[in-house]
């Protein structure tokens, strides 16, 4: 069977979603902002993809960073295989931070983001550089390989939806069932013979292993070369900064309460976005949370 041809499509529409939702357990507080996430094809996640490397998760390590305070967790992948964009001081092990972990009682996520556990082998798309999560597409980016009963090594877009191919386009496509045409042949009661059609379903297998790459690497051996020398997955930090705003002339404050004043003629806090130089050093955290691989999960 041809991985590439199927007589269905999958689903291109642009897929309305919240990109970031975080949502903060421990003080039952949600903050969340809204945008929306397209449809991507492979050729397209390519092009954008500095990076992409196929590996095992060995260990997590969620923390607290701060500016602004945000939970973050760093992600260790073994026995790396880089399918686009190795550079040449590439390893076998390769580290991911990622937006939201959890920390005690208190969880942040990212909604329509993966999330990763350590066992999990992965196909990951990187971007170059981040500012919402390091995967093309959040979980479009993102594939899961889960080996089958069989032996089979089987790719997934998350452990319940299989990849069952891709469309002319090069869309995924996802779990569903193909119909074919069951023909049978039945006498009635008068002895004529009658013709009727019905439709069987079968339920189509997740894309081997092998036939995912058979479709995908040529894919990404023609797409975009972003001449990568490190180390993609990277986020483009930012600095908040607090600065001192005048009042207007002649403002008056005396028809707010006395504690929303501040002693200095209405001084207040504007927050500043600031994109750092990638030299700039990264604020170092004590890990808070960690769990490796064959350890307490």
């Avoid at 931070?97 to 196909?123: H, L, N, Q």
């Avoid at 877009?157 to 039945?186: E, K, N």
Wanted: with cysteine; glycine share 8%; hydrophobic share 40%.
């Amino acid at each position: 069977m041809k991985v590439n041809d199927f007589s269905f499509r999958g689903r291109r529409a642009g897929r309305d979603a919240a990109m970031i939702g975080v949502l903060l357990v421990g003080s039952c507080a949600t903050v969340s902002q809204a945008s929306s996430v397209v449809a991507m094809s492979i050729s397209t996640m390519a092009d954008h993809a500095g990076q992409v490397i196929m590996g095992e998760v060995t260990s997590t390590r969620s923390y607290w960073a701060q500016n602004p305070k945000r939970i973050e967790t760093e992600v260790t992948f073994a026995g790396v295989q880089y399918l686009k964009g190795r550079h040449s001081s590439a390893t076998d092990t390769f580290t991911l931070v990622v937006p939201g972990g959890s920390i005690g009682r208190t969880s942040m996520r990212i909604c329509c983001a993966p999330e990763f556990k350590v066992g999990e082998r992965r196909i990951l798309f990187l971007l170059p550089q981040y500012r919402t999560f390091p995967t093309v597409g959040l979980d479009q980016g993102a594939f899961q390989i889960i080996r089958d009963a069989e032996g089979i090594d089987r790719v997934y877009q998350s452990a319940t939806t299989p990849v069952v191919g891709f469309d002319r386009d090069t869309f995924a496509v996802h779990g569903g069932r193909s119909a074919r045409d069951v023909h049978q042949h039945l006498i009635d009661a008068n002895g004529a013979i009658v013709r009727t059609v019905e439709t069987e379903f079968t339920e189509l297998p997740a894309i081997a292993l092998g036939d995912f790459l058979k479709v995908v690497q040529p894919i990404l051996d023609s797409s975009t070369d972003h001449q990568m020398k490190e180390p993609a997955g990277r986020r483009i930090l930012v600095e908040l900064i607090a600065t001192t705003l005048k009042a207007a002339p002649g403002a008056s404050t005396a028809a707010q309460p006395q504690s929303a004043v501040a002693p200095s003629q209405g001084r207040v806090a504007k927050q500043i976005v600031r994109t750092l130089d990638e030299s700039t050093p990264r604020d170092t955290q004590k890990p808070v949370n960690e769990t490796r691989q064959g350890g307490a999960q």
